[in-house]
Structures are given as structure tokens and as C-alpha cells.
């Protein structure tokens, strides 16, 4: 029988250390960011260093041993600012800009720190599949009185020194192990002892194995595809996160432009009211016109020097929050220097129809929320597996095997009383020790070795059906939500494509009528210098055509904000922007 246990044993040490391997190396199979956040220095680093240390790693010891009790924590300063700094003033092209915004803006950067958690949470999943070691000693010394003539002494001393080592692990396929050794050092003052001090040593190892729940690696790693599956339904969310950022730091892109061009449509409303005050008071003087008449004139200009404040103030207000986008107001020196926008107002004409369902049919299988609630709804089937998994009976098959060892100085009697009943006197000493304890005990020469059967049947268990119907509940709601918002997907994409289409019509009315008010004022100009027309209608004209050149500009920004909005809902911004997300 020892003969043909040693092989089984020898073999299942050994499976247990290489399934042990496996289950950690899978962590390393994982698909991971480039950096993440040391969680001991607060620093940045490679994937390879988030991977937990092994026991026998210098790491290990920096982590778990001299861990410093304040991590510190440090944060990039902007980059890439100076590269666009031409002379004393900041030019930027809307590709520019958003590289800028990439790079350096906040929320952004909260964002990818947001989206570590889940990333950690991989390899807390892997965690139920660490081993764990346990080791364990006492010296308890215990003295006695005795009542019995067979104890040995009047007042028994024992001192007992146990000791224990133990490693357990759950591998990927539900297999439990446990490897222990347990030995004790035990000394007496009881003279009937024939071992003084008296060694044992014990080798157990212990095996239990599912048979019905929890067996077989999938389901004892759905918590890890679970893990997987919020990852990738994060990065969705970032992703569609990352496209809203996006679109709100470009809109503050053309919010300076528009901006810009009104303050130069009302510097040349200015300018034009100057030049008609200045002739108006050259006529009074020459008494051509009454004084009366100035006053029209006059209010004129002072509406416009109104306007142009206000005009400068709003453009340095959208200056501050584009400041704000690229991260420029954390440096001192550059935040002063001016901003230069080199995009035109004008957007470019392009009347192209728009295949509506086309587009529509794009945004269902580019759309990041969308992508995020199907993976939802695959999320939920682990959900389902993982509840009708509990609902299982536990069925388990263990087994376990000893090795004993006895060791220590072996003391021969002749017998154990006299004649006359006192202790018979010791006749020799034979010296021992722990290492007598180890050879009995990988020899196997003493083994103690059993299997069993376990069944843990629960009579009702209305918690695991609870669960279990919740998570077909959660499922059949995400895929409601899924349909929900699948049909909002197409209702932005149409009333996108719709605002798009409006905003081209409008360009184009706006440039008419920019056009007839310039002719207009120059005929009102040219029938007062004839004489036959007044000064008002010179004025009105012109703010006619300040009005439409402002409107002109409202509408080119306004085209921008909707084609944005179009390429946003049709899931298409950052990779027409030349974004990518790693």
C-alpha cells in the first residue's frame, strides 16, 4: 500500500505547484493600459509592476515590508504649450488645439484616472486564486497536581512547543489544497515517559474537488470575466466621456472665433458711425444741417462704442475658458500671451446630401453608449450563469493523507515497576531527535490516509432563486435599454443631419443678405452725397449691415457647432479628429 501511495502523492504535490503557476501567470495574459498608478509611491508605471510580487521577490519585501506609510503623489505639469508659441503669441489650429486638450486638459485627466479601478479590479478577481501561507508557534509550559499514582509525578511539568506551516490555494478549476507540516518539541518531569522530550512530525495534504457547483474554471472565474466585462463597458463609457469633453473643448474653439469676427463686426460698425459723425459735425459747422439734426449721429456712435466694450469683454471671457480647455492658465509666463485662432469663420461649401440611414445605420455600430449598454446586456448572462450556478447542489469529493514521524531520547526500563512498586530505574539512554521524527516521516513509513464525500443540500434556498431572478430581471431591462437608447441614437442622427441642413441654408441667406446690406449703404451714401436722402437713412442702413454681418458670423459658427454635433452623435468625432484611445 505505501508503494503505491508515494506516486499519487508525489504527483499531486506537483500538480497543485503547477496549476498554482498557471492560475498566476494568467494574469500577465491580461490586456492592460501602458501606465498605471503604483498604489505604494502614488508614480506611474508599466503594467509588469502592478502584477502582485511572489513571495520570493525583492518586491515583495518593498511592498509589504518597508511600504512607506505616506505615499507621494505628483501630477504632470502641461505640455507641448511652447511648441505653438510664435514670436509673443500663441497661434493654434483647431488640430493644434485639440492635441492641446488631449494632452493637458483636467477632466480629461480625470477621466483616465477614473478608469484605473477597473483595471485593479482584474486582478482582484485573480486574488481568490493566491496562495496563502500560515505559520504558527507557542511554548506553553503546564504543571499539575496529580491525584493518580500512574502520573508520574507528584506535581506534573510538561513544556509544549508545536509548530505549523501550512499553504492552501483554490485553483482555477475549484480544486482546494491544502499542504501543511505540523510538528511539536514536548519535555516532561513524568517518570513513566519512554521519549524525553518526545518529537512528532506530520506531513498532511488535503484535497477537495467540486462536483457539481463550482467545478470546472469557468464558473470559478466568472468574478474575472465579470471584471473583464466592466472594464471593457468602462472604456465604452470613457470613450463616449471622452467625446462630450471633446466636442465642449472644440465648441470653446469656435466660441473665440465667433467671438473674434463680431468684435471686428462692430469695430467696422464703429468705424463706419465715426466717419458718418465726424461729416455730420463738418456739416454743422458749415451750417448745411441744423443742430438738431447731430444728435442722431451722435447716439449712433455711442451705441456702437457700447457694443464694441461689450464685444471685447465677451471675447476676452471665451478667451479665458479656451485658456482653461488646454491647461495654459497653470502657467504664469504663457497665460498672458495672446491667443491666435488660425481657423476660418467661414465654413467651406459643401452641398452634399446627407444619406440619412446611412448615418443612422453608422452611429447603431459606433456609438460608445450604445457599445457600453450591449456590453451590459453580456455582462448580465455572466450574472445569470453565476446565480443558476448557486443554485446547484454542493456536492464535494475530499481526500487527505498523512505522514507521521516520532522522534527523541528513548528511555529503556527493564520494566516499568520494581517489585516493590516503586519506578523501575532507567537501563539506558538512546539518543534522538527531531531528524528521527523527519526520516519516519518521509519515509511514510507511518500513513494515515482517507477520502470522503460531501453533500451540503439546502431544503429551500429562497435567497439563490431571489438572486437568480434578479439577474434575469437585470437582463431583460438592459435589453429594453438597449432599444431605448438605440432609438434615441436615431433621433439624434436625424435631428443632427436636420440642423445641419438648416445652418448650410442659413450660411448661404446670410451671405445674401450681408451682401444687399453692404449695396444698400452704398446707395444710401451715394443719394445723400446727391442730396436726396438724409442722414437717417444713411445711419440705418449701416446698422442694417452691421446686424447682417453679425448674423453672417452667428450662422458660419452656428454651421460649425451643428456639423460637431453631427459628427458626436454619429459616433465619428475622434476618429475624424485623429484621435485614438489606447
Known amino acids: 500500500m505505501l508503494t503505491f501511495l508515494r506516486p499519487p502523492l508525489a504527483a499531486l504535490l506537483l500538480c497543485s505547484l503547477v496549476f498554482g503557476q498557471e492560475g498566476q501567470e494568467t494574469k500577465r495574459k491580461l490586456t492592460a493600459p501602458e501606465e498605471t498608478v503604483n498604489p505604494f509611491t502614488g508614480q506611474l508605471r508599466t503594467y509588469d509592476e502592478l502584477v502582485a510580487p511572489r513571495f520570493w521577490q525583492s518586491e515583495y519585501l518593498k511592498q509589504s515590508i518597508y511600504l512607506k506609510p505616506d505615499p507621494t503623489y505628483s501630477i504632470a505639469d502641461p505640455t507641448k504649450l511652447k511648441d505653438f508659441v510664435v514670436g509673443d503669441k500663441i497661434e493654434l489650429t483647431l488640430r493644434s488645439y485639440l492635441e492641446l486638450v488631449l494632452a493637458n486638459n483636467t477632466q480629461i485627466m480625470l477621466q483616465k484616472v477614473l478608469i484605473q479601478p ?14 496563502i501561507a500560515l505559520a504558527r508557534f507557542t511554548a506553553t509550559r503546564q504543571q499539575t497536581p496529580t491525584t493518580d499514582a500512574l502520573a508520574g509525578a507528584a506535581v506534573l511539568s510538561q513544556l509544549a512547543q508545536p509548530f505549523s506551516l501550512g499553504v492552501t490555494q483554490v485553483l482555477e ?3 482546494q489544497y491544502q499542504v501543511s507540516y505540523n510538528g511539536q518539541k514536548t519535555s516532561t518531569n513524568n517518570s513513566f515517559a519512554n521519549f524525553n522530550p518526545f518529537y512528532t512530525s506530520n506531513l498532511n495534504v488535503t484535497l477537495t474537488q467540486p462536483l457539481l457547483r463550482n467545478r470546472g474554471g469557468y464558473f470559478n472565474k466568472i468574478p474575472v470575466y465579470i471584471a473583464k466585462a466592466r472594464l471593457r463597458s468602462t472604456e465604452y463609457r470613457f470613450e463616449d466621456t471622452i467625446n462630450r469633453l471633446l466636442a465642449n473643448a472644440e465648441n470653446a474653439y469656435w466660441d473665440v472665433i465667433g467671438a473674434r469676427e463680431n468684435l471686428k463686426v462692430q469695430e467696422q460698425a464703429l468705424g463706419l458711425a465715426d466717419t458718418s459723425l465726424k461729416r455730420a459735425q463738418r456739416e454743422l459747422e458749415l451750417g448745411a444741417i441744423s443742430a438738431l439734426d447731430i444728435y442722431q449721429p451722435q447716439a449712433t456712435y455711442a451705441r456702437s462704442e457700447i457694443l464694441v466694450t461689450q464685444a471685447r469683454y465677451r471675447l476676452a471671457q471665451l478667451e479665458d475658458a479656451l485658456r482653461l480647455q488646454i491647461a495654459i492658465d ?7 500671451l495672446p491667443i491666435v485662432l488660425t481657423e476660418p469663420v467661414l465654413p467651406p461649401t459643401d452641398t452634399k446630401p446627407f444619406d440619412k440611414e446611412a448615418l443612422v445605420t453608422e452611429a447603431l455600430s459606433l456609438r460608445p453608449d450604445l457599445k457600453a449598454t450591449r456590453q451590459d446586456v453580456l455582462n448580465d448572462d455572466l450574472f445569470v450563469r453565476q446565480a443558476a450556478n448557486s443554485l446547484r447542489p454542493d456536492l464535494s469529493l475530499f481526500g487527505n493523507y498523512t505522514s507521521q514521524g516520532r522522534g527523541g531520547n528513548f528511555l529503556q526500563r527493564g520494566n516499568v515497576f520494581n517489585p516493590d512498586g516503586s519506578t523501575s530505574p532507567i537501563t539506558q539512554i538512546i539518543p534522538g531527535g527531531i531528524t528521527d521524527a523527519f526520516s519516519q516521516m518521509f519515509g511514510f513509513n507511518f500513513p494515515v490516509y482517507g477520502f470522503g464525500i460531501q453533500l451540503r443540500l439546502p431544503l429551500r434556498d429562497r435567497a439563490a432563486a431571489a438572486n437568480y431572478s434578479d439577474a434575469v430581471v437585470a437582463k431583460r431591462a438592459d435589453l429594453l435599454n438597449e432599444r431605448l437608447i438605440a432609438q434615441q441614437v436615431r433621433l439624434d442622427v436625424l435631428n443632427a443631419i436636420n440642423l445641419v441642413e438648416n445652418s448650410r441654408a442659413s450660411v448661404e441667406l446670410a451671405k445674401i443678405a450681408a451682401d444687399l446690406a453692404q449695396k444698400r449703404v452704398e446707395a444710401e451714401q451715394k443719394k445723400y452725397d446727391l442730396g436726396t436722402t438724409t442722414l437717417f437713412f444713411v445711419l440705418a442702413a449701416q ?37 485614438v484611445l489606447q
Open 330 to 336: 497653470l502657467d504664469p509666463d504663457l497665460r498672458k
Open 173 to 175: 478549476n475549484g480544486l
Open 543 to 579: 446698422q442694417d449691415l452691421s446686424q447682417a454681418q453679425s448674423d453672417l458670423v452667428t450662422q458660419s459658427v452656428t454651421y460649425r457647432r451643428n456639423q460637431l454635433n453631427l459628427l458626436q452623435r454619429s459616433g465619428k468625432l475622434l476618429s475624424d479628429r485623429g484621435v
Open 118 to 131: 477597473q483595471r485593479n479590479a482584474i486582478q482582484r478577481a485573480f486574488g481568490v486564486f493566491d496562495p
